[in-house]
Structure formats: structure tokens, C-alpha cells
């Protein structure tokens, strides 16, 4: 990362939905899709900077990072930032940090276990994206390929079709955008394959109606066997996918991601493959977190101490 001319907009307290700690490091390393474009982490120094959109539909690119042990830093890079934009921008960062989730139930299970009590220091937050289509997008882009290929695909649609800032970065594609991409950018540049017309399909169903179908799924009033029923309905969105993105983008916590990397994971750290079914009857002890437990306790040493 380059150091930027920045403003510093808040300091917002680094406290949850039900006031429980949160870890701001584990937060930015909390799952591989936070790093993706146009996310940028400096995992030593814990600092995230990416390009959102603000409610005027202006690019504007911000940087995250600590400001002492219970704050985060909230700045603006590249040009001044009307009052309007400064309250958009803070509520965005609020919004990715998810620091309006509530763990405290979590953690108080947790506490309760002696091999994840360790997350009850404030570990098991997700980075969020803007919205839920860029999240369902991305998520589609980590399927049956290699990451390399997802960091290709990502990168390729926000360089070519996001929205620049004055720091000279690009957001996500908006659906619009992306609905009328160029067949050779998904095709011949981010090399998208069979994914491309489903990146068209929900890009064109966001951009008709405003991206609310998806925004829909946030409603804490939906039962997650709903929300499961209409993620599966997406195109290119299967029981992985759904999982992935109810864990993390939606903050529903309840279902394990099974995937071609944490199978074998817990496997390794636990000696022996065990079935989907035994994985979930571990787990179920921890109800709406079930998913949330066994994703830490596979990712427990992505973070050193």
C-alpha cells in the first residue's frame, strides 16, 4: 500500500451489536474473500483500504486501521469529503466490519469450551461487502476453480467496469454495469467461463430492481431455511455457495460451509475425515453459530499468538 493523503472522518468504537470485543486483525483475516479486489490488507499492519460507493453513487476510497486497541480509524483518500459523503462512508465502514452484529450469546457458549474459548477476545466477525450482490458475485467466482483464478476473475471486473475514485482506485461493478459488460471482458479477460452468464443473470436481475431482492435477504425476520431456499435459486449458487454467503455476508451463522478446503482441514487438525452429517452433528451443539463454531475452529491459526 502507498501512503495516501487522507482525512480522518471517525473513530469508531471497535465494540459488537451486544457489546462484546472485537478484534480487528481477526476481523480483516477472517475469510479470503475479504481480500479480494477491491479490498486491499495489509495483514502486519492491519489496515484495510477499499473503494465503495457512496449514497450519491460517487467512488470513494477509504482506508481502516487501528487507532489504539478499542477504535478503528476511518479515513478518506483522495480529496476532500462533504458531510453528507463523511456519514455514508461511516456507516459503509460499520457495515463492513459487521459491528452491528451481536456474538455476545456466541461467546458466552464459547466460553463455556475450552477449545474456542479463545474467541471470546473478539474473533468471528466477517468482512462484509457493500452489498449483497457484490458478495454473492464474488462468492460465485471462488467456485470450482482455483484462487488464483477468482483473484483473476475479481480483479478483472472491478479494473474494467468499477466506478473510480478520486484516489484513483475502482469500486465494484455495479449491476448495471456489469449487466452490460462487454461479452469479451468476462469472456476474454477475467475469464470467467461457464460462470459469466451467471455473473449476467444476477447482474441483470440486481440492476432492474435496484439489487432489493438480494438486500431482502438481510431481513432478520426471514428463517434461514428461506433465505437458504432463495440463495439456491440463483444462478450458479449451490449448497457451498448458499452456505458461504449466509456465514458471511448476511450474518447467519448456523450453517457449515463443506467445501473442497475445509473438509480435508478438519480432517487434518482433528486426525481423521469425518461425513458432512457427523461435521454438522459436532457442531449442532451451537445452534444459529454452528457454522460460525467450526469455521473458527478451522481458521483458529490464520492469526499468529
Not at 449451490?238 to 478446503?261: C, E, F, K, Q, V
Amino acid at each position: 500500500m502507498r501512503a495516501e493523503p487522507a482525512a480522518v472522518l471517525a473513530r469508531l468504537p471497535l465494540r459488537g451489536g451486544g457489546g462484546e470485543p472485537v478484534d480487528l486483525r481477526r476481523t480483516l483475516l477472517s475469510h479470503g474473500v475479504a481480500a479480494l479486489p477491491p479490498n486491499r490488507v495489509d495483514e502486519a499492519r492491519s489496515i484495510l483500504e477499499t473503494t465503495v460507493l457512496t449514497g450519491g453513487g460517487r467512488a470513494r476510497s477509504i482506508r481502516l486501521s487501528a487507532a489504539g486497541s478499542d477504535r478503528v480509524r476511518l479515513e478518506a483518500l483522495g480529496g476532500g469529503v462533504a458531510a453528507d459523503e463523511a456519514r455514508d462512508l461511516a456507516a459503509i465502514a460499520r457495515h463492513l466490519l459487521g459491528l452491528d452484529v451481536d456474538l455476545s450469546s456466541f461467546y458466552a457458549a464459547a466460553a463455556t469450551d475450552p477449545g474456542l474459548a479463545w474467541v471470546t477476545s473478539g474473533a468471528g466477525r466477517m468482512i462484509r461487502s457493500p452489498t449483497v450482490f457484490e458478495d454473492v458475485v464474488k462468492t460465485v467466482c471462488t467456485t470450482n476453480c482455483s484462487w488464483s483464478a477468482t483473484e483473476r476473475m475479481v480483479g478483472a471486473l472491478v479494473t474494467h467496469l468499477g466506478e473510480a475514485s478520486a484516489a484513483g482506485q475502482r469500486a465494484f461493478p455495479t449491476p448495471s454495469a456489469l449487466a452490460g459488460a462487454p461479452e469479451a471482458v468476462l469472456r476474454d479477460v477475467a475469464r470467467c467461463g461457464y460462470r459469466a452468464a451467471y455473473v449476467r443473470a444476477l447482474a441483470a436481475t440486481a440492476a432492474d430492481d435496484g439489487g432489493l431482492g438480494l438486500e431482502a435477504l438481510r431481513d432478520p425476520a426471514l428463517p434461514d431455511d428461506e433465505v437458504e431456499r432463495r440463495l439456491l435459486a440463483l444462478p450458479g449458487v449451490g449448497p457451498y455457495a448458499a452456505a458461504h454467503i449466509m456465514l458471511t455476508a448476511l450474518g447467519r451463522h448456523g450453517r457449515l460451509i463443506l467445501d473442497s478446503w475445509t473438509r480435508p482441514t478438519y480432517a487434518r487438525l482433528h486426525g481423521r475425515r469425518i461425513s458432512d452429517e457427523g461435521l454438522r452433528r459436532r457442531f449442532r451443539k451451537y445452534g444459529r453459530f454452528a457454522g460460525l463454531a467450526f469455521w473458527l475452529t478451522l481458521t483458529q491459526d490464520w492469526v499468529a499468538g
